[in-house]
C-alpha cells in the first residue's frame, strides 16, 4: 500500500484545489521558506484523525481554513483528501477487495468536522481503526513534523512507549482493552442496578402481600357495603315517591290562587294607562307655553347683549383714536433727528476714502517683496538636498563597493579551499559484476514466488467456496433445528395439555390407579379414530368418560373405591349390543378405531349433519336415544343440550390426532437434522483441509520472499553504491571544473569593485568646499526674508485698520436710511388708522334706539305667558298625584301576584329536584348491578331508613378500621413476582457476562505484554546494530523504566564513538536527530508503515550526516514510500520526484512538481 494523492481544497494556504501526486517511493517536497510546504505533512496528519489544532500550528479547528489574502476572499471550507493504492490489500477486513481506498475529511466555520470513507459518511475511529497496526497515524512514528526529530530522543518514557505499540500492532488491543474496560464498567451498573432493584422488590412483594390480603377482605366488605347501599337507595326512593304525590296536590290548588290574583293586576294596570294618557296631553299643552316663554327670554337677552355691546365698542373707538394721535407726533419729531445724522456721516464717508486706498497700495508692495524673499529661500533648500543626496550616494557607494570587495575575497579564499579538497578526494573505479550476479538470484526466487502466488490463489478459491458451502449447509442445520426444537416444543405443550384434560394430574386418583396396576393403562381419548369433522360431537356424548380407562372386568375394580375421595375416575367395560336400524348413522360407525369398546357409551346415539336434520328426526327418537350434530347440538325425545366447540382449546381426542401428526413430523424432521449435520460436518472437514494447504502454502511464499527480501536488499545495497560511487566521481570533475570557472570569475568581479571605490573616493574631496558656500548662502538668505515679513505684517494690519473703520461708517448710513423709511412708512399707517376710527363711532351710534325699543315690548309679553304657564301647572300636578296613587295600587298587586308565583315556583323546583334525586337514586341503583323494583320486592315494608343507615354504616367503620387499601395490590403482586423471576435471570446473565469481560482483559493484556517484549527486544536489537553505522561508531539501547509491561516506560541511551555521556540531552542537535533517525528506522524495520512523511528532518545535519540520511532512505524505500520536506540538495538528489511549492500570489500556495528521472533523460539528450 502507498499513498498515490492528495487533494487540498481551502485548507490553509492552498486556497485553489490542488492535487499533489506520488508517483514513486522516493517523493521530495521543496522550496523557500514560508510557501507552504509543511501545509502538505498538516493536511496528512489532519486527515488521519488529528483532533489538537495546536498541533497543525492552529489555535482552533477553523485556523484550518483559508483566511484569505489580499487579493482572495477567505474561504468557508477545507477539504482535505487523501487517496492510497491499495492493490497490495494491505489494509485488510471488509477494505481488502478496493485497490483505492479514499479518506476525505471536511470542515467549514459553522459546523465540526465531516469524516469519508470511500465517499460514504463515517466517523473518525473508523478512519482510525482501518489502520491500527500498520504504524500510520495522526501522531505515530510514521509523521515526523518540524523539530519532532530531537524531541523523540528526549520525549518522556511514557511518550516514547507509544512508538513502540504501534510498532507492535498493540494500538489496537488497547482500544479493545478500552471498550471492554467500558463493557465492564456498564455490565457492573447494569449488575448493581439490577441487584439494588431486586432488593427493593423483595421489600415491596412482602409489603404486597399483606395488602393482598387486606385487598380480598376489603372487596368482601365493599360487596356487602354495595348490597346495603342499593337497599338504602330504593327505601330513599319510596320515601320521595310519596312526597312527590303530596306536591302534586299543592300544586294545583296554588295554580287556582294566582289567576285571582292576576285578574286584580290587568284592572289596576287598565285605570294607570288611561290616565298616562290624560297626562300626556296635559304635558304637550304645558311644553308648547314653556316654549313660548323661552323663545321670549331668549329675545329679551339677545336685546340686551347688542345693546352692551354698542355701547363698549364706542368706549374702545374713543381710546384708540387717543393712542393714534399720540403716535404720529412721535413720528415726526423722529424723522428729524434722523436727517441730521445722515448727513453728518455722508461727510465722514468722504474725508476717509484717500486714506484707505494709500494703505492697500503699501500693503500690496510689501506682500510682493515678501515672496520675491521666500522663493530665493526654497531656490536654496532644493541645492542644499541635491548636495545632501549626492553626498549620501558616493558614502553608500563606497560602503558597498568595499562589502564587495570582502565577498569576493572571501569567495575566492573559499574556492581554493574545495579545489584542494577536490583535489585530494579519489577519483577510483567500481566494479559491477557483483550486482548483476545478485539479479539473476532475484529472478529465480521471483519466478518461484509467483508459481507459489499461484497455488495460494487457487487454494484460496477453493477455501472461499467451501467456507460458503459450509456456511449454507450450517444455515440448513440451523434451519433444521430449529424446526425440531419447535414441533419439540409444540409436541411437550400439547402433551401438558392432554395430561391435564385427561385427569392425571390428580395425585390421589394416580395413587389407587398405580395400586390397581392401571397406571400404565391408556385413556379412551387416546386411542379414539374419529372421522373428519365428527371429533367434537363424540366428545359431547362421552363428556368426562372421554378420561376412561379400559379393564376387562369391572367388578374387580369396584372395591376400595372410598380411597379416592374428591378425586374422578371412569372405567369402561366394553360389552358388544346390536344397533336398531335407523335412517340416521350411528354415532359409534364414526369411530374408525378404538382400544375400547364404545357400544354401551355410544349406544342409541345417531349423528346428524346438520341441526335442521337432527331436530327433524328428534319426535321419531325412543326413549334412551339421541342425536348429535358436528355442532354440538345433542337433543333427545323430550332435551336438548348445546355445547358449541371452542377452536383456541380444542378437544382431548383432536388434540390427541394432532399429537399423532406432530409426533410424525418430528421424527421426519430429526431424520433431515442428521442428514444435515453430516453434510456440515463433511464441508467443515473440506474446509479445515483447505485452510491447513494454504497455511502451508503461505509458509513456502514468506520463506521464498524472506530470501527474496534479503536478495534486493543487498541487491539495492551493492547497486546504490555503484550507482553512487560513478555518480560522485562525475560531480567531483563537474565541481572541479566549476569551481576553477568561479574563481576566474570571482577574481574580475574583485579588480571592478576596487575600481569603483577608488573613482568614489576621489569624487568626495570636492564636497567639503561646496559645503560651506551653501551654509554662507543660507545665513544671508535668512536675514533678509525676516525684514520682508515683518515689513508685511506691518503693512498689512495698517490697511485692514483703516479699512475697518470705512466699513463701520458704511453700516452706520445704510441703518440711518432704513429707520427713516420706516419712520415715513409708520407715520402714513397712523393717518389711514385715525380716519377709520371715526367711521366706525359714525356706525355704532346708529342701531342703539331701535334695540331699546324692542327690548321693551318682549318684556311686556313674558309676563302675560308666566300667567298662563302657572294654571297649566296645577292640572298637570293633580293627574301626576292621581297616577302615583295607581302605581302604588299596582305594585301591590304586582306584588301579591310575584309572591304566589315564586311559591308555585319553589314548590315546582322542589318537586324537579326529588324527581331527579329519585332518578339519580334509580341510576346509583343499576350503577351497582342491581334493580330497584327487584330490592323494593324484598324489602319488608316497615324498613326504615334509618336503620339501613346504622347498618351502612357499621360496614363503613368495618372498612375504614382497614385503613389505606391499594386494590391493585392482588394483580402488583402477581406482576411483580414475575418481575422479580426476570431480573433474577438477568443478574445471573449479567454475572456470567461480567467474568467473561475479565477473561477478556486478561487474555488482552497477556497478548499485550507478549507483544509489547517481542517488539522492544527486537527494536533495541536493530536499534543496536542501525547506531554505529549511522554514527560510523558508538553504542545505544532501549530500556525499560518499570517492571510491568502493560504501562513501562522506554527510554533512549545513546553514546557516540569517544563520548561517555550521561544522557542523551547532552548530545549536540545533529547528533540528537541522527539517534532519533536511527530509532525511527529501527522500528521501521521491524513493522514498516506504508507511508513515511518526514518535514525537515535533515536540518540539524551536516553533509556528512545527510548523507548517511539519504543512503538510509534509499535503502528502506524498496518497501516504504517517503515524502521528505527539504532544503538540502543532498536530500533532493536521492529523490525519484521533486514537488516544488511556490508562493507567486502572496498568501497562495501552488504546486511545481518534476520527474528526475525524466529531467535527467531529458538533460542527456
Known sequence: MRLKQIKLAGFKSFVDSTTVRFPGNRCAVVGPNGCGKSNIIDAVRWVMGESSARQLRGEEQGDLIFDGAANRKAAGIAIVELVFDNSDGRIGGEFASYAEIAIRREVTRESGSQYYLNGTRCRRRDIQGIFHGTGFG????????????????????????????????????????????NRIKHTQENLDRVQDIREELAGQLARLQRQAKAAERYRTLKAEERQLAAELRAIQSRSLSNRLDAMDGDISRRDVALEGKRAEQRRIEAEVERLRADQAKAGDALAQTQGRYYKLGADIERDEESIRFHRERLEQLRAELAKVLQRGEEAAHQLGLD?????????????????????????????????????????????????????????????????????????????????????????????????DGLAQRIDGLERQRSELDDATGRCLAEHVAAKEALAERQEGLEGARADVQRLRHDLARLQAVQEAALGRSDAGVQA???????????????????????????EVVLGDFVQALRVNELDRYTTGLDALGDGRLALVEGRLEAERESELPSLVSLVRRSDFKLDSLLYGVFAAESNAVALQHRARLKPGESIVTRDGLWVGQDWLRHMPSVEQDAGIIERAQDMEALELHLAQAEQALEACKRLADEASQRVRELEAEREHLRRQTDEVKGQLGELKADHGVRRVRL????????????????????????????????????????????????????????????????????AARTAHDRFHARQAEHQGLLSRLEASQTARQRLKAQAEELAERRRQIEADQVASEGPLPELERNLQGNLQARVAVEAELGELRQRSDAVDARLRELQAERNRAEQAVNDVREGLEALRVEREGLRVQAAHLVEQVAAAGFELQSILAELPEEAAESTWSERLEGVDRRIRRLGPINLAAIDEYDAQSERKAHLDAQHEDLSKALETLFQAIHKIDRVTRERFKDTFERVNAHFGELFPKVFG????????????????????????????????????????????????FSIFHLNPSPVCLLDEVDAPLDDTNVARFAELISDMSRDVQFVVVTHNKLTMEMADYLMGVTMGEPGVSRIVSVDVVEAAAMAAA
Open 339 to 435: 436727517q441730521s445724522e445722515i448727513e453728518a456721516l455722508d461727510q465722514a464717508i468722504a474725508e476717509l476714502g484717500p486714506a484707505v486706498e494709500e494703505a492697500e497700495a503699501a500693503d500690496n508692495q510689501a506682500l510682493t517683496t515678501l515672496r520675491t524673499m521666500e522663493e530665493g529661500y526654497r531656490q536654496w533648500e532644493a541645492d542644499w538636498d541635491a548636495f545632501n543626496q549626492q553626498a549620501a550616494r558616493h558614502e553608500r557607494d563606497a560602503g558597498i563597493q568595499a562589502a564587495r570587495i570582502d565577498q569576493f575575497s572571501q569567495g575566492i579564499e573559499r574556492i581554493e579551499a574545495r579545489m584542494a579538497q577536490v583535489e585530494e578526494e579519489g577519483l577510483a573505479p567500481a566494479d559491477g559484476g557483483e550486482v
Open 512 to 538: 389407587w390407579l398405580q395400586e390397581k396396576g392401571l397406571d400404565g393403562s391408556e385413556r379412551l381419548g387416546e386411542t379414539l379414530s374419529v372421522a373428519p369433522g365428527w371429533e367434537h360431537a363424540v
Open 138 to 181: 495522526p501522531r505515530s512514528y510514521s509523521i515526523i513534523g518540524q523539530g519532532m526529530i530531537s524531541d523523540l530522543v528526549k520525549a518522556r518514557p511514557e511518550e516514547l512507549r507509544v512508538y513502540l505499540e504501534e510498532a507492535a500492532g498493540i494500538s489496537k488491543y488497547k482500544e479493545r482493552r478500552r471498550e471492554t474496560e
Open 723 to 790: 550507482e553512487e560511487a560513478l555518480a560522485r566521481r562525475n560531480r567531483l570533475q563537474q565541481e572541479r571544473q566549476e569551481a576553477a570557472d568561479q574563481l576566474d570569475q570571482e577574481r574580475k568581479q574583485l579588480e571592478q569593485a576596487q575600481a569603483a571605490l577608488q573613482g568614489i573616493e576621489q569624487a568626495r574631496t570636492g564636497e567639503g568646499k561646496a559645503r560651506r558656500a551653501l551654509a554662507a548662502d543660507k545665513s544671508r538668505l535668512t536675514a533678509s526674508l525676516e525684514q520682508a515679513r515683518a
Open 1033 to 1080: 561508531g558508538g553504542h545505544a539501547y532501549l530500556e525499560l523504566t518499570g517492571k510491568d509491561l502493560l504501562d513501562t516506560g522506554v527510554s533512549v541511551m545513546a553514546r557516540p564513538l569517544g563520548k561517555r555521556n550521561a544522557s542523551v540531552n547532552l548530545l549536540s542537535g545533529g547528533e540528537k536527530a541522527l539517534t532519533a533517525i536511527a530509532l525511527i
